[in-house]
């Protein structure tokens, strides 16, 4: 599967992967900056892909905020517009 987000103008590709692992940990999806790509388990899973559009578009931005205060952003922003906007999450 061959997909792309537009941030701002720039062509994400999101890639579909298997096994994603960050650190020492293994998650649902990852946006890499230096890349500039999303990686996601599961083509169908909105809310990861939400998600991770958002720190693609904090590093559009180039706003450079607390890794923290990010992902607490990232997933605020993940709830409302699943909860909002009838945005269907299946793994």
């Not at 537009?6 to 298997?18: H, R, S």
């Not at 890349?35 to 931005?61: G, M, N, V, Y």
């Amino acid at each position: 599967m061959s997909k792309s987000l537009n941030v701002l103008g720039l062509k994400v590709p999101v890639q579909i992967k298997k096994r994603i692992v960050v650190g020492n940990m293994e998650c649902y999806g990852v946006y890499r900056p230096h890349r500039k790509t999303i990686e996601i388990h599961s083509p169908r899973d909105k809310a990861t892909l939400i998600h991770e559009a958002f720190h693609a578009l904090c590093d559009r931005l180039g706003i450079g905020l607390d890794p923290m205060i990010e992902e607490i952003l990232a997933n605020a922003v993940e709830l409302l517009i699943t909860e909002n906007f009838k945005v269907i999450q299946k793994k």
